[in-house]
DNA sequence: GCATGTGAAAATCTTCACAGCA
DNA sequence: TGCTGTGAAGATTTTCACATGC
């Protein structure tokens, strides 16, 4: 059968099945089932068989699923079949991090580009990329990134997402706490470190 | 009325609400309505109220929501309304970023301990906190700390968890890419900050 | 036999419209 | 009048049970 309506809350969850097919890949496993596969990332089978049957299912009934397969069908659902390159604003504490994190790579993306506004930091090199300065945002449309990365703090977070979208993104992941207004066909992605943590204590039993 | 379950959504919107709340708050407002704080926050008023209404309704008809009554109100509901101490599991450049992020103090945490098993950096001091060895992660107990945060690669993760469910934390935040067992009444909350960027280009018009 | 794929039921969450109160 | 609080409707998501096909 074919959906009309593919639920955010899957797309949410194919990256993690994603990493985790990745992960067995490298361990030469060939194929998995629903049951193995929710065991090892500590989710539902039926919620993955669920999730797969949305596009139409990739499975073989008895068998299970083949490995190099699903991974293939899955970059392609979630455009991650082609290296996206993204520009970083905000080389900081956070900003540095991020650069440096490994896990971008298994997605296929390519942190590209660096800005900050700071003039010391301007010039500097990390992980073989120059930072520039913000102001040379523009200068993105003719180097194909489309994704912008923010990790500024907050009263600089609406800036840094105007000159982005200025520069032509198509998407940002705003790690700054705050809101920021985007044309409607940009999509934006918050994550807020310390927000995430604020919901832990509701779930904790008193002391 | 009283509501027998809340929404866990509501639960993960709360923090985005007292965020906002707070940064009013240090503009002197005293109070806002639904609308204006839907408005500052990039949500919907009705949603806020509902949220709101599901432990009991914090605010006055026809006028609005006190800003610093309701936020004692979100912190006691969050349990945030006593200051949390936190256990930082490896220092790398994740770690290093987290330890630096301002962002947690506005919720009341506090970062209080960091731990490396790298004996190279046992024993430096990154803001006020001295490194310690991982293997001394049992003495956390006596030192009232109730939360784990967890920023080491993917196989090292589940050590630090077992070894922080050990320690007596209630709740890890997890910024590794990968499941981590733990014991049910523990809550952990993972963030990987690849997975959520892996989600965006979904969204997006192709090229 | 075995594991997928899926309709249908159940649970959850969001939206709405308006009653209730300052 | 204005804005909150909420029952009810609507939409979405999860769970289940089993038909389907290798």
Redesign the interface.
Known sequence: MRYHKIPDEA??R???Y??GLL?LSEQKQQSISSRNLAH???VNPWQIRKDFSYFGGFGTRGVGYDIKRLIKQIKK????DVV?K?ALVGVG??G???L??P??R??G?DIAAAFDSNPKKIGRKIKNITIEDVSDLRTLKKR?I??G?IAVPCDAAQQAGDALVKAGV????N?S?C?I?VPK?I?V?T?????????????????
């Open positions: 797309i949410r194919l990256p993690i994603l990493r992960l090892f990332l500590g659902i979630l455009k991650l996206h993204a504490n956070l540095s991090a991020v440096a994190y896990g971008f298994v997605y993306f194909t489309d994704l990365i198509k998407g940002i992941l790690f706490p809101y207004a066909k999509k992605i994550i807020d470190i310390a927000m995430d943590l604020a919901r832990l204590p509701y779930y904790m039993p008193a002391r």
